[in-house]
Nanobody, 129 residues
């Protein structure tokens, strides 16, 4: 069974940086896509970024592509999201997710929460102004 565990959230000021981690376990992840989503109170869960575990290809939401960076460490089975130049509107619970048999690393294929099969519990990021 796939398990995902996020960490690294916290309370920061506008302009600060954070690095979120997602430890993945339960099976090899070749052929999987891994992604980050976020959900603010009263809003839908929105796509942030995703990568192909085998290919390393990445895709970002337009709202974050110049500030956030997604990466992975295969040896540690860990995915990261580097958040720079944080803004109050980035405040949300950030979730990592995994999708089986994901060979297209595009926003069209991965940009909706329903496309993913497994989810972590989330980590809170709060950005004060």
């Amino acid at each position: 069974q796939v398990q995902l565990a996020e960490s690294g959230g916290g309370l920061v000021q506008a302009g600060d940086s954070l690095r979120l981690s997602c430890l993945a376990s339960g099976r090899p992840f070749e052929g999987y896509a891994m992604g980050w989503f976020r959900q603010a109170p009263g809003k839908e869960r929105d796509f942030v970024a995703a990568l192909g575990w085998s290919s390393g290809a990445t895709v970002y939401a337009d709202s974050v592509k110049d500030r956030f960076t997604i990466s992975k460490d295969n040896a540690r089975n860990t995915m990261y999201l580097q958040l720079n130049s944080l803004k109050p509107e980035d405040t949300a619970v950030y979730f990592c997710a995994a999708k089986r048999a994901a060979w297209k690393i595009t926003k069209q294929a991965l940009g909706a929460a329903g496309a993913f099969d497994f989810w972590g519990q989330g980590t809170q990021v709060t950005v004060s102004s």
